[in-house]
């Protein structure tokens, strides 16, 4: 399975839109990249995933570039509430492969 | 239901004791997943459910761990004898069908003491 790299942690500002990078250089063809989102006391939640150039939903976008080593994260215009840990994750999307996390990047939104 | 629906929420265990986690997935998912979260990481495998069949059981840390999903919707983790080490947060998920979008329980707060 595919190690990812994410930062371990982030600051931003209410209003501002946050970039969450990861590195995943081992990436496999049939790999696609999905995000989680875990507040405390809860399990991780999907966010979004996407295989290659830009994904976007209601909640984020996700920009993959062309060679896909890398990925990032855009959460426009942060709240308060967005405050938790994101997880990064790289696998085939198969039903009966685990999901891999890593440390994921702890985001703490400020007023 | 309309989630992944844990019991107990918290569970305090003397050294050990035996302790059963329960697990009830959103109705009609195959698929069900077991993790577990120590304190500051993240989620660990432990355990995978294609309907009642345990397809993959390789990250179960020790032989005291069990986990069954007889009829092929509520499973239970158990955790026999337990250990301080044991103290984590565990995890269940549940799909459908494929990868895309795993729905995950609150999770049950085991504290071994």
């Known amino acids: 399975l595919a190690k990812t790299t994410q930062p371990i942690s982030m600051d931003s500002y209410e209003g501002q839109e946050v970039n969450i990078t990861c590195s995943h250089n081992n990436i496999a063809t049939n790999d696609y990249i999905t995000w989680y989102q875990q507040f405390p006391s809860q399990g991780p939640r999907f966010i979004i995933q996407g295989y290659k150039t830009k994904v976007t939903n209601e909640v984020a976008s996700l920009f993959i570039p062309a060679d896909r080593k890398s990925s990032t994260l855009s959460l426009p215009r942060v709240s308060l509430s967005d405050t938790a840990v994101y997880y990064c994750l790289v696998g085939d999307r198969n039903a009966g492969n685990m999901l891999t996390f890593g440390g994921g990047t702890r985001l703490m939104v400020k007023p | 239901g309309a989630g992944v629906s844990q019991s107990p929420r918290y569970k305090v265990a003397k050294r050990g004791q035996d302790v059963a986690l329960r697990c009830d997935p959103i109705?009609?998912?195959?698929?069900l997943f077991w993790y577990q979260q120590a304190l500051g990481q993240g989620p660990e495998f432990l355990t995978y459910f294609q309907n009642e069949a345990q397809l993959d059981k390789s990250g179960l840390p020790s032989d005291r761990f069990f986990a069954e999903r007889p009829e092929g919707s509520v499973s239970t983790l158990k955790i026999q004898r337990t250990q301080q080490e044991d103290s984590a947060v565990y995890l269940c998920?549940?799909?459908?069908?494929?990868?895309?979008?795993?729905?995950f329980g609150s999770g049950t707060r085991l504290t071994v003491v």
């Open positions: 998920a549940s799909t459908q069908g494929q990868s895309y979008g795993y729905t």
């Open positions: 109705s009609g998912h195959v698929s």
